[in-house]
């Protein structure tokens, strides 16, 4: 670190940390696709630095430079090979100088440094993702030097140079004027940068529409668009800056999934830029750490991360708002309170819904790929807010017993309903394969209703507010109420077990069970299975059942009534056995164990290996 005994007005030296030297060594003798990327970062800090001043002086006018103009300059000297940027920003202080470009932050240096040992990335895309961008003009760099000034009145002018070695120099400087001033000595493959159509290039291609105007040269011409993408109308903007505009605000270089952009009047103004990504796991390398929106008054960054904007449920849509109602004088801390911020969110989520449904709707592939990735977003929003559901059901999609392979809204169902049919029917499992062997689907397959295969984790939670569709209830398969379908008496005498028989098979269950389930009865519902479990009156329904075992609580096996099926061949075989036998104990055992383990309930599946085990060896023993 530096001498602190040397006179204040000589340069102080100070040594890079470890793993910033590291970094430095990367970008300055790495190769790159587009060492370009350098400015596109000085000029993103540049706009932060206008922004911060900006935002400031909404409350504070005792800055140096009140009436300065907010502006970027760019000036450019092919004969010595030098580029020079300057904005009229917040500037630094010394202990800012060393604590920001002294510093990196230590996570952001190490992913990228592990980033780089990958030959095939081309790390220029990906810098801005680390934190580490300003470093980025060493690509491009012999030396650097910084000079700057705190807009605070009795602020000094300092300066920060670099040649990206183990050592940086902070030093007094002279700077009347607030703001930052870059000046960069292009290396000699890199001199192309001086030239001025070479930077306009590069500022149409990745700055056009940051809201600040940027001046070029000595005839002092502003080049970029300034007014913000969201403030544009639609009719003038390529899908490819769309796509540029969402690259540069998360840094996300997969495609979004749809982009909403509207601009309204009435009865709020709002402009409004947003973005559906396309996966819903954010990557390490992200640029946005958090959820929320940027929000903007009157084109003045007010929270970048605005989480009261949009409801829980749609927290993975990125992008912006400016409203032209928001006052001025709002702050970060005080923006929820403002009672416009209710309004906007109204808008804002119906926005969001209708285009899904547009989605939904127009393009089936593209939203169930949405569905794949957001789907469980949306479950989360019907369990935490039953009162507002009813507008996410058009969004709902589900597999059915009809067809696994394909997505099924609930207007689909109900599209496919018999006539006569009062209720949506569902079953809670693990996954789709097994729980179409669940027995409470016997009577369902036999009539050729469908039924909806609720198989997420998340499910359980969401039919805590998913009670009732349109006009139609939604019902559990283990509880609805059903008719069995008529048979003639003489088809039923031959394939039922005869009732004394039967009450000596259910007494035999029940001694063997005990107070494991609380009664055993037959079942007018099964016809390919032997046995299911049912919920006794009052209890607990099966979906908050799986609600407590998903929240990790306090779980014990829920005590039920076993049904069997009269007619199934194993209970007939079952009556030849020897009462009380090892065999039949082993037998009814497993039948209990089996109708667990269809439920989902079993507590410890493998505890079953030694008795299927047993029955094996017994049935060889038989076979010799």
Known sequence: MADTNKNKNEAQSFTFKADTKQLLDILIHSLYKDRDVFLRELLSNASDALNSIRFEMLTNQNVLDPKADLTIRISADKDSGTLTIQDTGIGMTKDEVIENLGTIAQSGVRNFVEAAKDKKLDLAQFIGQFGVGFYSVFMVADWVRVTTRSYKPRSKAVSWYATGEDEYQVSPAKMSERGTKIEIKLKEDATEFAEEFRLKNIIKKHSDYIGFPIFIGEDDKQINKQTPLWRTSKTEITEEQYKEFYRQVTLDFEDPLVHIHNITDAPVQIYALLYIPSKSERSVLSLRKEDGLQLYSRNILIDDYNKDLLPEHLRFVQGVIDSEDLPLNVSRETVQTVGLMPRLKKIVTGQVMKELENLAKNDVEKYNTFWGEFGVYLKQGIAANPLEAESVHPLLRFKTTQNLEEWSSLEDYVGRMAKDQKEIYFIVGDEPTSVMLSPHLDFFKEQGTEVLLLTDPMDPFMLMGLTKYKDYELKNVAQADVKASEKSDEEADVKKISDNDFKTLIESFKNILGDRVTDV??????????????????????????????????????KKILELNPSHPILKNLLVLKEKSEMQNLIVEQIYESALLVEGLHPDPSSMVPRIQQLMEAILSKAE
């Open 521 to 558: 009865q037959a079942s007018k519902r099964l016809s390919q299975s032997i046995a299911r479990l049912v919920d006794p009156d009052g209890s607990v329904n099966p979906e908050l059942q799986r609600v407590y075992k998903h929240l990790g609580k306090e779980y014990e096996v829920p």
